[in-house]
């Protein structure tokens, strides 16, 4: 099979020989260590995904992400030393994928780049169904199984479950759920806020996950939102 390509952008010359090492084998790797030079090069290589470190000596981070998703929608996963969870939802609201916070564990980095080549492989948003591990979203006939049995949802649960899995792998802020759940109803329905976002996932959480004080399936991002993750993506493949 053909490498992935990927493009990082950071400054720290020791990130650039920590992704270089660890990338080498499985990927094709450029490095850029400026914004301006990053968008150069990805227009140049055009590689499949972006690693961007925000804190950039020359443009922001965040001006790359708007940027690149004003011609494309490859996957972005944003490197970040602030731990704020702020910066983390502005940046997923801009079109960021996924994000890591330095000092990230290789374990973790890998983890990601995991989800993200499946991602790359799936083209979720043409299919017309879903289907990880337990899970199967039918999008033509608007069912839903796990484990082989439907599940009941109601018209909300399931904008939500769609959307998420349209999305899989990638972290979905709480303004954007609720700007999907907002787009679908007339202006005198729009009370959809944080508080009824929280119930109704719980309930979809209730319907789908085996275990519900564990989640496997709707992952939650603290303070910053939601992710459906894959059923095996901790595994090696
Ligand atoms: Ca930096």
Redo the contacts with the bound molecule.
């Keep these: 099979m053909e490498k992935c390509k990927c493009l990082l952008i950071?400054?720290?010359p020791t990130i650039q020989s920590l992704f270089a090492l660890l990338l080498k084998d499985e990927y094709v790797l450029e490095i850029s260590a400026t914004g301006q030079a990053g968008l150069k090069m990805d227009l140049i290589k055009n590689p499949d995904f972006i690693i961007l470190?925000l804190?950039?000596p020359d443009i922001d981070g965040m001006q790359v992400i708007a940027e690149v998703r004003k011609y494309s929608q490859k996957p972005i996963i944003v490197v970040t030393a602030r731990d704020e969870d702020q910066e983390k939802v502005t940046a997923l609201d801009l079109g960021a994928d996924d994000y890591l916070t330095k000092p990230f564990s290789i374990e973790e980095m890998l983890a990601r780049l995991r989800v993200i080549k499946r991602r790359l492989k799936s083209n979720l948003l043409n299919g017309t169904s879903f289907t990880d591990g337990r899970l199967r979203i039918s999008y033509e006939s608007c069912q839903v199984t796990v484990d082989d049995k439907e599940v009941h949802l109601t018209p909300t649960e399931y904008r939500l479950l769609v959307y998420l899995s349209r999305n899989a792998g990638k972290v979905i802020t709480y303004k954007m759920l609720l700007s999907e759940l907002r787009s679908g109803v007339t202006p005198e329905l729009m009370d959809y806020d944080m508080g009824s976002l929280r119930v109704y996932m719980a309930s979809l959480r209730k319907k789908i996950e085996p275990n519900i004080s564990k989640p496997s399936y709707i992952i939650t991002h603290l303070g910053i939102g939601y992710r459906l993750a894959y059923h095996d993506e901790n595994d090696n493949d």
């Design positions: 950071e400054d720290d470190d804190g950039l």
